[in-house]
């Protein structure tokens, strides 16, 4: 079981806003800030989100993440068919001096 | 162009060892924390190890001491020993550089190589 808790799936059709949400503890998002990364089949997972809610070049501003307390949410507006994919979500441990995953959210566009 | 390419994957036997290399390209690689994260099939990602720019400071997940981090700056390259291997550490094996102070992101990552153990 991994340390952020994530819904292990969310859909939605073409145009939609979705959101994924991400719950952790006092020791990560508590005290930490939040990134996101997204992961197509067979191939490396890419940053998608950093710092709670800022996009890496490159990245559409239909992502936009935010952060309150111990939790931490992704949304995605305007859903289209190539936003179909895995989405974790990550933050520094300060207890590990490492980063905690989410267990990941498969994202279906119907 | 900002590249990690990562090898020394491949079949081992349970007990068996492996070492892991990463080649970094494109960016000064001595100024950056580096990471390992694998992904058992089918599974999320797991955080393995990090290592300061010069090594003098590396964190562990919790292997119990059978994975050894290194890297090596004059040849802008990242290593991971893993010793006494198990069949729960079949995954695939990412090296990614990891921004660090004052908030944590791995930003580029490797396409990862396949570590299988199995008799």
């Known amino acids: 079981q991994s340390v952020l808790t994530q819904p292990p799936s969310a859909s939605g059709t073409p145009g939609q806003r979705v959101t994924i949400s991400c719950s952790g503890s006092?020791?990560?998002?508590?005290?930490?800030?939040v990134n996101w990364y997204q992961q197509f089949p067979g191939t490396a997972p890419k940053l998608l989100m950093f710092?709670?809610?800022q996009r890496p070049s490159g990245v559409p501003d239909r992502f936009s993440g935010s952060k309150s307390g111990t939790s931490a949410s992704l949304a995605i507006s305007g859903l289209q068919s190539e936003d179909e994919a895995d989405y974790y979500c990550?933050?520094?441990?300060?207890?590990?001096?490492?980063?905690?995953f989410g267990g990941g959210t498969k994202l279906t566009v119907l | 162009e900002v590249q990690l390419v990562e090898s020394g994957g491949g079949l081992v036997q349970p007990g068996g060892s492996l070492r892991l290399s990463c080649a970094a390209s494109?960016?000064?690689?001595?100024?950056?924390?580096m990471s390992w994260v694998r992904q058992a099939p089918g599974k999320g990602l797991e955080w393995v190890a990090n290592i300061k720019q010069d090594g003098s400071e590396k964190y562990y997940v919790d292997s119990k001491g059978r994975f050894t981090i290194s890297r090596d700056n004059a040849k802008n390259s990242l290593y991971l020993q893993m010793n006494s291997l198990r069949a729960e550490d079949t995954a695939v094996y990412y090296c990614?550089?990891?921004?660090?102070?004052?908030?944590?992101?791995?930003?580029?990552w490797g396409k990862g190589t396949t570590v299988t153990v199995s008799s």
């Open positions: 710092s709670n809610n």
């Open positions: 494109g960016f000064t690689f001595s100024i950056f924390w």
């Open positions: 006092s020791s990560n998002i508590g005290s930490n800030t």
């Open positions: 990550a933050a520094w441990d300060d207890s590990l001096n490492g980063p905690v």
């Open positions: 990614a550089r990891l921004m660090a102070f004052p908030n944590y992101y791995m930003d580029v």
